[in-house]
């Protein structure tokens, strides 16, 4: 058949070949996307420690700080007059002798998440406030659930433990708890939880369905203390080559009572994005642009590989592009100068 192509018109010629009209402009280029990065799908992590005057840089993420109680109001109102609509606390105990293999600091109604929920709740009234529930933060250990004797988790005991927690932090008034330990059945732990306590109706459980374990999460662990003291979390957090393993978490989850889902991290696994935006279509999806994905951003923008806004415009419009509604990201606080809307 190639013989016939002399007989058609050239590609150049043919009225569906010419594109570039379709975007020359930048408002048309605009046009092109079919949803755009808004300022309401951007979560912030937030670190705060059992120090409250504490402020301190964290080495491995540029511009993010941990803070405590005391230093957290004046620098979440910088972000809340520039459009900042959700946060997501993380605790970080410091003091000496605090973790214990259960992971007691986690809900201590005076610790440093329960503080800030309260804290945060009554400064601004408009704020959505998650917390991450997970345990590694506080056990002695290091794991994000309890053990048995021979290191292996012990699922029972992690579940009922997190399941209290979360509990715990909706009734502080959180308004969404996000479980990220990935035991087997929190979700329907926690939502049962919830219910019994009387607060299914006001707190939104989302879920870290599909959290998968590998090379990204350093630079969060230097900045929450979470690395595990022996092992790794090969055990509970997904298998980076498991997509089919993925979707089976993701509906599991949802049959579990989640009301939102997530992805996690995100530029590496935008297939799996993609995958549960069309299996679980009717809920909120959201991507984790990780602690070693913004690093690795940082890195690539100071040795002049990258400019660095346009390589995060890049990344977090594929995310949107795969199909997340929702983002939790470091570069919220620049996103939020960078977006009109
Ligand atoms: C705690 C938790 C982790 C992250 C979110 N919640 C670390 C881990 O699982 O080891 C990672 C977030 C990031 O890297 O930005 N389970
Ligand atoms: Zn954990």
Not at 96 to 120: H, M, Q, Y
Not at 200 to 214: D, E, N, P, R, T
Not at 239 to 262: C, F, K, N, Q, S
Request: with cysteine.
């Amino acid at each position: 058949m190639v013989h016939k192509a002399e007989f058609l018109p050239s590609t150049g010629n043919s009225i569906s070949s010419i594109l570039q009209g379709g975007y020359n402009h930048p408002l048309s280029r605009e046009w092109q996307q079919e949803r755009q990065l808004t300022k309401n799908m951007f979560i912030f992590p937030l670190f705060i420690s059992d120090m409250p005057d504490d402020e301190t840089d964290i080495p491995s993420l540029p511009n993010i700080k941990r803070f405590g109680v005391n230093k957290l109001v004046p620098y979440v109102d910088s972000l809340v007059k520039k459009g900042l609509r959700a946060v997501i606390l993380f605790g970080v105990p410091l003091k000496e002798g605090v973790k214990d293999s259960v992971g007691t600091a986690a809900d201590d109604p005076e610790g440093p998440v329960i503080t800030s929920i309260k804290l945060l709740r009554e400064k601004f009234p408009d704020l959505f406030i998650m917390c991450d529930v997970c345990l590694c933060e506080y056990t002695d250990h290091g794991h994000c659930g309890i053990l048995n004797e021979d290191g292996s988790l012990n699922r029972e005991p992690s579940v009922r433990r997190i399941a209290a927690v979360a509990v715990n932090y909706a009734k502080a008034g959180a308004h969404s708890v996000a479980p990220s330990d990935m035991m087997d059945g929190r979700i329907k732990d926690i939502k049962t939880g919830l219910m019994d306590a009387g607060l299914a109706h006001k707190c939104l459980v989302m879920s870290y369905a599909a959290k998968f374990s590998g090379n990204l999460y350093g630079p969060f662990r230097d900045a929450a203390g979470s690395a595990p003291s022996h092992g790794d979390r090969k055990a509970y957090q997904l298998p980076p080559a498991g997509a089919g393993l993925a979707r089976r978490a993701l509906l599991r989850d949802i049959e579990e009572g989640a009301d939102a889902i997530m992805v996690k991290p995100s530029t590496f696994y935008l297939d799996i994005v993609s995958d549960a935006s069309k299996l679980c279509g009717d809920y909120p999806l959201c991507a984790y642009h990780v602690s070693g994905e913004y690093a690795m951003l940082h890195a690539a923008a100071e040795k002049g590989v990258v400019d660095l806004k346009g390589i995060a415009f890049e990344a977090h419009q594929g995310l949107v592009r795969a199909g997340a509604r929702l983002i939790i990201s470091y570069f919220t606080p620049e996103f939020l100068e960078w977006l009109d809307i």
